[in-house]
């Protein structure tokens, strides 16, 4: 008798109601739909990594506890030595991480929308419900809100973006400091694109027995890599550590993450280039009419225009790619995301926008 294997009467229901995450393909596009740094490693250092990488004992596991780069990170984020570090295999991993360690029967993992997709995706995964506490119209933070839905719920975990993602805004300091002090949970705070931010959490750490703070090196230019950390006291990494898969940073990342870090002044300087950059593409889209744009501490930018599918196409065709929103949450309604590029990757996204906003009125 042969057996018939049915994933929907196997497969969590929850999972097979989930859409994967999609990512499109960019082949022979200007890809400005990922929040990736533009620019890439100078010939010299390519170089240099090119030997390390040859020499490397691929035959062997890469070192569990990747003793080297721990230090170098943490002497390149000066991080205090009652401060700990957890590595992950980008952040996403590291929320997966803290999702898992805390998924008990009725646990809850808060965050806002709009913001990450994974907060959500991946609560998901580690089956704990998830709550959306929606922003204001104007992507602030709703603290009362928020207050009521932290005594309402008590989460085991709140998510926190900042500078957001889609959005772009910083959220008001003494507003998340009072969700830190009003929840018995875990606040992590996501600084993803501090590079841009100039504005951090990391010197609260200190303060509040449960804030966590994350970072990755995907925006700064090494995306490629996947590498996020968490740093926090070490009565929580201690257990999250536990759950580290044994080998979740590959040797490749090991040796080129700690060879760039001996470089982090040029990647600033991409960095201020970008912001700069922000600011001029920022400029030109408020010229247009019709066009609403969102002020960004982050390495993109949101902005509501209408139409935005169909302009969304019209730019896909002309070979640029950016992120289309619309739809994706009521207070998305036509926005489009475009992450900052090079400058003439830039001009060309400005200029064909252009052309295609001429073609349409
Ligand atoms: N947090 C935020 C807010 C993000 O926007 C992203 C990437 N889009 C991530 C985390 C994940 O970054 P990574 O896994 O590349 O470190």
Redesign the pocket.
């Known amino acids: 008798m042969s057996n018939s294997y049915r994933p929907e009467q196997i497969i969590r229901p929850e999972i097979l109601a989930l859409s994967a995450y999609h990512v499109p393909s960019a082949t022979g596009m200007i890809k400005l739909d990922a929040?990736e740094n533009p620019y890439p490693l100078s010939p010299e250092l390519r170089d240099e990594i090119a030997q390390l990488t040859a020499n490397a004992p691929v035959n062997r596991y890469p070192d569990s506890s990747a003793v080297l780069l721990k230090g170098k990170l943490r002497q390149t984020l000066a991080i205090s030595d009652d401060i700990d570090i957890l590595l992950g295999n980008?952040?996403?991993e590291i929320i997966q991480i803290i999702a898992m360690a805390v998924a008990k029967p009725g646990a809850v993992l808060i965050s806002v929308e709009p913001s990450?997709v994974?907060f959500r995706m991946i609560a998901t995964f580690a089956n704990i419900q998830y709550v959306g506490v929606p922003l204001k119209q104007d992507f602030s933070l709703d603290l009362e809100t928020m207050l009521t839905a932290i005594a309402k719920y008590k989460p085991a975990v709140i998510f926190l973006?900042y500078p957001n993602?889609p959005t772009g805004n910083l959220f008001d300091y003494a507003a998340i400091l009072s969700i830190i002090q009003a929840t018995s949970g875990i606040v992590v705070i996501?600084e993803?694109?501090q590079a841009f931010a100039d504005a951090s959490f990391i010197n609260e750490i200190n303060h509040h027995p449960n804030l966590l703070l994350m970072r990755?090196l995907?925006k700064s230019g090494l995306?490629g890599l996947?590498l996020?950390l968490l740093l926090g006291r070490s009565e929580w990494l201690t257990q999250l550590e536990k759950m580290r898969l044994p080998y979740n940073i590959g040797i490749m990342t090991q040796i080129i993450a700690e060879k760039v870090l001996h470089h982090t002044v040029v990647l600033s300087e991409q960095a201020e280039a970008i912001k700069l950059e922000r600011a001029k593409m920022s400029a030109f889209l408020a010229t247009i009419e019709n066009i609403k744009v969102y002020p960004s501490k982050a390495n993109f930018i949101l902005f509501r225009i209408h139409a935005a599918t169909q302009i969304f196409l019209a730019l896909k065709q002309q070979k640029i790619l950016i992120k289309n929103l619309d739809g994706t949450h009521p207070l998305l309604e036509n926005c489009l995301r475009v992450t900052i590029g090079t400058p003439d990757e830039n001009a060309q996204f400005c200029s064909i926008l252009q052309a295609i906003l001429s073609k349409t009125v």
């Open positions: 929040m980008g952040s996403d990450f994974m973006a993602n996501d993803a694109y990755t995907s995306a996947r996020g």
